[in-house]
């Protein structure tokens, strides 16, 4: 394993220098020669990328300072592009070749320019991704990443760079990175240790010049007299704004004063060349909505031979007052005083410090805002410039939740078209500290109580899920809390390690980890309960039977038995016993009536809350005989009696239907349900009420319980 550790100016301009294949075995640096390798350079665009260096975001560092590179690179280097974390939130598979190796360099400057950080950090997939487009284990290949965090894609870094260090022929991995802690450095670092690349450390974009000078590779020879650089001049609405392409006029004048050097009227983008020097430039714009002139400025260092891209952002000179608390808890509403152009469209919103414009986590829009404070202020003063009227130059007064997630943020004043943050503020959110109360260990299917303390807020709920589970909440098993009451749940049916957990409401977002936030967990065992059944083995359809059982403490009273076919896991709701009295004594042994189908079943114990069977025995149902003895004949609409036999079981009936209604068919309008078969009783009389229409029919003996037919006869009913 070998590398070199830089640590120098800025990431991106320290990528260009990596470029060079690595200098044979006892050859110094300065004879460097011969022919490049195949180069990608990964640039990450994750979400963390909004964040800010010294005011301004790190995309819009990265974007002047890659395009830097792109334009100084050597005729002869075959040059790719890769981003991640561009276009989706969330998705570890956001990894894309923008350009192929061997694009040409304006198209890769058009993919660098539209990117829009988004996602999460990928980066070991990325650094695989880009060694097979190399086809790194066939041809020497260089990879340059550029990340400003750690991977957070569950891989590990080092050990895939390990591995592709072993297959590749001569593969090599340069690490950036960008405003990292010392722990993120380390984590960055064994990328390159492993693959025999060197890794570079930048913190502020003061750093850039001083990394490039270091490690920047050129072919241009080196002149005794300064020789001008190439300077391409962007200009943005606002830092991080969109890019200004009209009505610019743009001035470069030297920081020691002087004439200007370079000026630029009605123009967009703007290219000239300077000698090395310290210089000031001013781009004014007069395409602003409002008319007028809108300024920006910014003090530039020109070095030799080189091209430098800067991008100024135009000051659009918008009023704004925003005045937010500077610390808050958790999920708690805060009070929020403003002032701006809410005629513009403009959102008052609470954000990560990383979050890009559009990734709000709360928020309100400054004219709806505006409007409800006005409407609640009733007949009070609210005429705060006393200009004799209430408009976007008077202080309004809103409500926003804050995050519920502890941490660093911030609340901000945001123009919606363009999206640009004018005024940003810090906030801190601190931790609740909210305590759970509740027993190490209970059975399955048990009520227990939990003690719970710390500031509730609106729609806070307790929980009982599966231990790690990815959900902060089970909906099937949680309560909404009330101040003051504890919390009854009953433990699930399966036995396993649980938590429980006190989650936060913070109101609805779209944004991840907010909308319901684990405040505090605890852990709980829950524990099977012993349980039996013992039943004859064989026993009539339909008849009921005595079942002996073991199972919890009397107090479970929702427990049972049921009847099911073997294996099943869902009881039969047509074969159900109680175990107990509605006021809670055991019944044992338990009356279970058994289904009227014949075959293999099994006698369970059910567990409620629930319906886990947890005990089975096997029992034989055999079929239940019975007969009918009607007349052959009888009149139409004239009473007829039937003898019959059998075991006569709860709603065990004989009727009458037409020869070819099938069994399913019996029950309905219009048929004749003729008399209640009772084990006492040998006969009874069907009406002829129903039995007006001459034609065949039978007598069936058909059983209370899954309505099967025992036995039948024929019968011919005449005028």
Same mark, same amino acid.
């Given at each position: 394993?070998?590398?070199?550790?830089?640590?120098?100016?800025?990431?991106?301009?320290?990528?260009?220098?990596?470029?060079?294949?690595?200098?044979?075995?006892?050859?110094?640096?300065?004879?460097?020669?011969?022919?490049?390798?195949?180069?990608?350079?990964?640039?990450?665009?994750?979400?963390?990328?909004?964040?800010?260096?010294?005011?301004?975001?790190?995309?819009?560092?990265?974007?002047?300072?890659?395009?830097?590179?792109?334009?100084?690179?050597?005729?002869?280097?075959?040059?790719?592009?890769?981003?991640?974390?561009?276009?989706?939130?969330?998705?570890?598979?956001?990894?894309?070749?923008?350009?192929?190796?061997?694009?040409?360099?304006?198209?890769?400057?058009?993919?660098?320019?539209?990117?829009?950080?988004?996602?999460?950090?990928?980066?070991?997939?990325?650094?695989?991704?880009?060694?097979?487009?190399?086809?790194?284990?066939?041809?020497?290949?260089?990879?340059?990443?550029?990340?400003?965090?750690?991977?957070?894609?569950?891989?590990?870094?080092?050990?895939?760079?390990?591995?592709?260090?072993?297959?590749?022929?001569?593969?090599?991995?340069?690490?950036?990175?960008?405003?990292?802690?010392?722990?993120?450095?380390?984590?960055?670092?064994?990328?390159?240790?492993?693959?025999?690349?060197?890794?570079?450390?930048?913190?502020?974009?003061?750093?850039?010049?001083?990394?490039?000078?270091?490690?920047?590779?050129?072919?241009?020879?080196?002149?005794?007299?300064?020789?001008?650089?190439?300077?391409?001049?962007?200009?943005?609405?606002?830092?991080?704004?969109?890019?200004?392409?009209?009505?610019?006029?743009?001035?470069?004048?030297?920081?020691?004063?002087?004439?200007?050097?370079?000026?630029?009227?009605?123009?967009?983008?703007?290219?000239?060349?300077?000698?090395?020097?310290?210089?000031?430039?001013?781009?004014?714009?007069?395409?602003?909505?409002?008319?007028?002139?809108?300024?920006?400025?910014?003090?530039?260092?020109?070095?030799?031979?080189?091209?430098?891209?800067?991008?100024?952002?135009?000051?659009?000179?918008?009023?704004?007052?925003?005045?937010?608390?500077?610390?808050?808890?958790?999920?708690?509403?805060?009070?929020?005083?403003?002032?701006?152009?809410?005629?513009?469209?403009?959102?008052?919103?609470?954000?990560?410090?990383?979050?890009?414009?559009?990734?709000?986590?709360?928020?309100?829009?400054?004219?709806?805002?505006?409007?409800?404070?006005?409407?609640?202020?009733?007949?009070?003063?609210?005429?705060?410039?006393?200009?004799?009227?209430?408009?976007?130059?008077?202080?309004?007064?809103?409500?926003?939740?804050?995050?519920?997630?502890?941490?660093?943020?911030?609340?901000?004043?945001?123009?919606?078209?363009?999206?640009?943050?004018?005024?940003?503020?810090?906030?801190?959110?601190?931790?609740?500290?909210?305590?759970?109360?509740?027993?190490?260990?209970?059975?399955?299917?048990?009520?227990?109580?939990?003690?719970?303390?710390?500031?509730?807020?609106?729609?806070?709920?307790?929980?009982?899920?599966?231990?790690?589970?990815?959900?902060?909440?089970?909906?099937?098993?949680?309560?909404?809390?009330?101040?003051?009451?504890?919390?009854?749940?009953?433990?699930?049916?399966?036995?396993?390690?649980?938590?429980?957990?006190?989650?936060?409401?913070?109101?609805?977002?779209?944004? #991840? &980890?907010?909308?319901?936030? @684990?405040?505090? =967990?605890? +852990?709980?065992?829950?524990? %099977?309960? /012993?349980?039996? !059944?013992? *039943?004859?083995?064989?026993?009539?359809?339909?008849?009921?039977?005595?079942?002996?059982?073991?199972?919890?403490?009397?107090?479970?009273?929702?427990?049972?038995?049921?009847?099911?076919?073997?294996?099943?896991?869902?009881?039969?709701?047509?074969?159900?016993?109680?175990?107990?009295?509605?006021?809670?004594?055991?019944?044992?042994?338990?009356?279970?009536?058994?289904?009227?189908?014949?075959?293999?079943?099994?006698?369970?114990?059910?567990?409620?809350?629930?319906?886990?069977?947890?005990?089975?025995?096997?029992?034989?149902?055999?079929?239940?005989?019975?007969?009918?003895?009607?007349?052959?004949?009888?009149? #139409? &609409?004239?009473?007829?009696? @039937?003898?019959? =036999?059998? +075991?006569?079981?709860?709603? %065990?009936? /004989?009727?009458? !239907?037409? *020869?070819?209604?099938?069994?399913?068919?019996?029950?309905?309008?219009?048929?004749?349900?003729?008399?209640?078969?009772?084990?006492?009783?040998?006969?009874?009389?069907?009406?002829?009420?129903?039995?007006?229409?001459?034609?065949?029919?039978?007598?069936?003996?058909?059983?209370?319980?899954?309505?099967?037919?025992?036995?039948?006869?024929?019968?011919?009913?005449?005028?």
């Amino acid at each position: 394993m070998k590398s070199k550790i830089l640590t120098a100016g800025f990431v991106f301009l320290a990528c260009v220098a990596i470029i060079s294949t690595s200098p044979a075995e006892g050859q110094d640096d300065a004879g460097v020669t011969g022919m490049t390798a195949d180069v990608i350079l990964i640039l990450d665009a994750s979400g963390s990328m909004w964040g800010q260096i010294d005011g301004v975001n790190k995309i819009v560092i990265a974007k002047d300072v890659v395009e830097g590179l792109v334009r100084n690179l050597p005729p002869e280097q075959r040059f790719g592009f890769v981003a991640y974390g561009h276009r989706r939130k969330g998705d570890c598979s956001d990894i894309e070749t923008l350009a192929d190796v061997g694009t040409e360099r304006g198209e890769i400057i058009k993919q660098l320019r539209a990117l829009s950080p988004k996602g999460k950090t990928p980066l070991s997939k990325s650094v695989e991704h880009a060694a097979l487009e190399l086809n790194y284990t066939r041809q020497a290949a260089t990879v340059i990443l550029v990340s400003d965090g750690l991977e957070n894609c569950d891989v590990d870094p080092c050990a895939l760079a390990r591995t592709l260090e072993e297959n590749g022929l001569d593969f090599t991995v340069h690490v950036v990175g960008f405003s990292v802690t010392e722990q993120e450095r380390k984590g960055l670092q064994c990328i390159a240790e492993e693959t025999g690349g060197e890794f570079l450390a930048a913190d502020n974009a003061a750093e850039l010049t001083a990394a490039l000078a270091r490690v920047a590779v050129t072919t241009r020879p080196q002149e005794s007299d300064p020789v001008p650089s190439k300077v391409i001049l962007k200009a943005t609405i606002m830092n991080g704004g969109p890019e200004i392409n009209s009505r610019l006029s743009w001035s470069i004048t030297p920081t020691a004063g002087g004439e200007a050097v370079f000026s630029q009227s009605d123009a967009g983008v703007a290219e000239t060349g300077i000698e090395p020097g310290d210089y000031h430039v001013q781009a004014v714009w007069t395409g602003w909505r409002e008319g007028g002139e809108k300024t920006g400025v910014l003090d530039i260092t020109i070095r030799d031979q080189m091209v430098h891209v800067f991008t100024i952002p135009i000051d659009l000179d918008l009023p704004v007052t925003l005045i937010s608390p500077a610390e808050t808890g958790e999920g708690q509403a805060m009070e929020i005083s403003w002032s701006g152009p809410d005629d513009l469209g403009s959102n008052i919103s609470v954000n990560r410090v990383d979050d890009a414009p559009r990734n709000l986590i709360y928020f309100f829009t400054g004219e709806g805002g505006r409007k409800a404070f006005q409407q609640a202020s009733g007949e009070a003063d609210i005429d705060s410039d006393q200009d004799g009227d209430f408009d976007q130059d008077d202080m309004a007064t809103g409500l926003l939740a804050a995050p519920t997630v502890a941490g660093d943020y911030e609340i901000r004043y945001t123009l919606q078209d363009p999206v640009i943050v004018l005024v940003r503020r810090p906030l801190t959110v601190t931790d609740n500290r909210y305590q759970l109360d509740a027993p190490a260990e209970a059975p399955v299917s048990t009520k227990i109580e939990i003690s719970w303390g710390g500031p509730l807020t609106p729609g806070d709920l307790i929980s009982l899920v599966p231990k790690g589970d990815e959900r902060p909440y089970d909906n099937a098993r949680y309560l909404t809390l009330t101040k003051g009451t504890p919390a009854m749940l009953t433990t699930p049916k399966q036995a396993g390690d649980y938590e429980i957990r006190y989650v936060m409401f913070g109101g609805y977002t779209t944004y #991840a &980890g907010m909308q319901y936030s @684990v405040q505090e =967990s605890v +852990d709980i065992t829950v524990t %099977d309960v /012993v349980t039996g !059944v013992e *039943a004859p083995r064989v026993a009539v359809g339909g008849s009921t039977i005595e079942v002996k059982w073991v199972g919890p403490a009397s107090d479970w009273q929702d427990d049972f038995i049921s009847t099911v076919k073997p294996g099943m896991e869902k009881y039969n709701r047509d074969s159900r016993g109680r175990i107990s009295t509605r006021s809670g004594d055991p019944v044992q042994p338990a009356s279970l009536r058994i289904p009227a189908i014949e075959g293999d079943y099994e006698i369970v114990y059910v567990i409620s809350p629930g319906n886990r069977i947890m005990a089975r025995t096997p029992i034989t149902i055999t079929r239940a005989e019975a007969s009918v003895d009607a007349p052959d004949t009888v009149r #139409a &609409g004239e009473d007829f009696t @039937v003898a019959f =036999s059998g +075991d006569g079981f709860a709603k %065990d009936r /004989v009727v009458v !239907v037409k *020869a070819q209604t099938p069994n399913e068919k019996m029950w309905g309008y219009g048929q004749n349900y003729g008399f209640a078969a009772t084990a006492d009783g040998s006969s009874g009389v069907i009406s002829g009420t129903r039995i007006s229409e001459p034609g065949s029919y039978e007598v069936r003996y058909v059983t209370g319980l899954q309505h099967q037919v025992l036995a039948r006869d024929k019968l011919t009913v005449v005028p």
